[in-house]
């Protein structure tokens, strides 16, 4: 069965600096995406940025880019001049059929 | 982007009673459907997958006598909690894939939540 891993619960980033935010994964899938997710309070899920496995090059979202080591089975999420908006639980989740998360990490961001 | 609709956002009933929570894609057609459970705090978890016309797939440890799911158009699925108990009280949230392939863009709902007295 395919897991995902966030082994960070809580993540804090002063406010125009940059945080990143880790996931592993373990699959024995060769083809599949992954995904991270934003969810506010409001609780409405936000799609920050995906990946396709087959690809090489890392995907980017304006301030948003992934690091993804296939091999590593590693998906972490960079966020750049972090904002006050950007504060949320960030899910991590992996898609092969159904989409599966991690634990959520809780970003928060100071001024 | 795609919408998905959920409807009610938000319920309280009395243990013992049903609720039933619908999910409705609004500018597209949905084969496929997904429900989840997310608990305070907590990640979201798969409970059920539905296809349109066919019977639902439980993840593992989900009552699906309990969980009732019904994809009976290709813009609506329902979820009904058969004799609601407080320790089913969450936040249940929808998701609808736009195309018949696993890798089609999945849009979420904005979520039910549900409080079971």
């Known amino acids: 069965a395919q897991t995902v891993t966030q082994s960070q619960p809580e993540m804090s980033v002063q406010e125009a600096e940059t945080v990143t935010l880790s996931c592993t994964y373990d699959t024995s899938e060769s083809d599949y995406y992954l995904f991270w997710y934003k969810q506010p309070p409001s609780r409405q899920m936000i799609l920050v940025i995906r990946?396709?496995?087959?690809?090489?090059q890392n995907a980017t979202e304006n301030r948003f880019s992934v690091n993804f080591q296939k091999a590593a089975k590693s998906f972490s999420l960079k966020i750049s001049d972090s904002q006050l908006g950007d504060a949320a639980m960030y899910f991590c989740?992996?898609?092969?059929?159904?989409?599966?998360f991690g634990a959520g990490t809780r970003l928060t961001v100071k001024p | 982007g795609a919408v998905v609709s959920q409807h009610p956002s938000w319920v309280i009933c009395k243990s013992g009673t049903s609720v039933k929570i619908e999910c409705r894609s609004l500018d597209f057609q949905a084969t496929t459907m997904f429900w989840y459970r997310q608990f305070p705090k907590q990640s979201l978890m798969l409970m059920a997958t539905s296809n349109e016309g066919s019977k639902a797939t439980y993840e593992q440890g989900v009552e699906k006598d309990k969980f009732l799911i019904n994809h009976a158009s290709l813009t609506l699925s329902t979820l009904t909690v058969t004799s609601a108990h407080p320790e089913d009280s969450s936040f249940y949230i929808c998701?609808?894939?736009?195309?018949?392939?696993?890798?089609?863009?999945?849009?979420f709902g904005p979520g039910t939540r549900l409080t079971v007295l």
């Open positions: 998701s609808a894939r736009i195309g018949p392939h696993s890798t089609d863009t999945q849009y």
């Open positions: 989740a992996y898609r092969n059929n159904d989409m599966r």
């Open positions: 990946q396709e496995a087959y690809k090489q």
